[in-house]
């Protein structure tokens, strides 16, 4: 029996409008290194994965080709697509291209990370590895430190949810490749009635939840795996990476 295959899908077509930079956030130096190349450096060394897809912007993928997956010898990522406009769409093109492969790993797991999260390890990989071979679907997430409030739509608080069952998402997200690429196919149908009943889709795990009756499991990470997003981001970054 063949090795179920392990693809790693890396997230980098943002536009950086929250950094107050022209560059977009994921060619942003963070140590005299773009902020994407910790995220594939992960990948690359991981024993977990085996090949990556990297989701960039159309005007991006010759860049992308060149400066960072030719330069720094990312031999793992074996395709540069484009990404969409909105997240979701980004990761459904990824899940055409393992769909639509004249003889794919149907058997295999996916591993959806964002890119501008540069603190990536292995031992994340391995965990939620583990996790995905019990349970299908799982995504990294810590326990959230804050009290969180329910609003109205006039900004005030009408309820409080306890805080002991109450967890911030983090990625990577990880799924049987099966199931993660049928529940995105199910998106694209469906997208237009989601639009209109106003349901938004802010991760993976959301798709899941949305189109299958898997439950996603929550897989403990790290309060160090951030995702940069403002520019104190990137100095709270220097400092872990210090």
Request: with cysteine.
């Amino acid at each position: 029996m063949e090795k179920e295959r392990r693809t790693a899908v890396i997230l980098a077509a943002g536009s950086g409008s929250r950094m107050q930079s022209k560059v977009a956030k994921q060619f942003m130096l963070l140590n005299g290194k773009p902020l994407i190349w910790y995220s594939l450096q992960a990948v690359e060394q991981s024993r977990i994965i085996d090949d990556c897809i990297l989701v960039t912007g159309a005007g991006d993928i010759e860049y992308v080709r060149e400066e960072i997956v030719k330069k720094y010898d990312f031999h793992k990522v074996n395709a540069v697509i484009a990404g969409g406009t909105e997240r979701w769409e980004s990761v459904l093109n990824a899940m055409c291209l393992i769909g639509d492969e004249e003889a794919p790993d149907q058997d295999g797991y996916v591993f959806i990370h964002d890119g501008a999260r540069p603190f990536l390890t292995e031992k994340i990989l391995q965990d939620t590895y583990e996790a995905v071979g019990k349970y299908h679907a799982c995504v990294t997430a810590v326990p959230s430190k804050d009290t969180i409030k329910l609003a109205d739509g006039d900004g005030f608080a009408v309820s409080t949810p306890d805080r002991r069952f109450l967890w911030s998402i983090q990625t990577p997200q990880v799924f049987d490749t099966r199931l993660i690429v049928d529940a995105y196919r199910k998106l694209s149908a469906e997208k237009e009635n989601l639009r209109r009943q106003e349901i938004a889709v802010t991760d993976d795990a959301s798709v899941v939840e949305l189109f299958t009756d898997v439950k996603v499991k929550l897989v403990p990470g790290s309060y160090q795996n951030i995702k940069i997003t403002t520019p104190e981001d990137i100095k709270v970054a220097e400092a872990f990476l210090g």
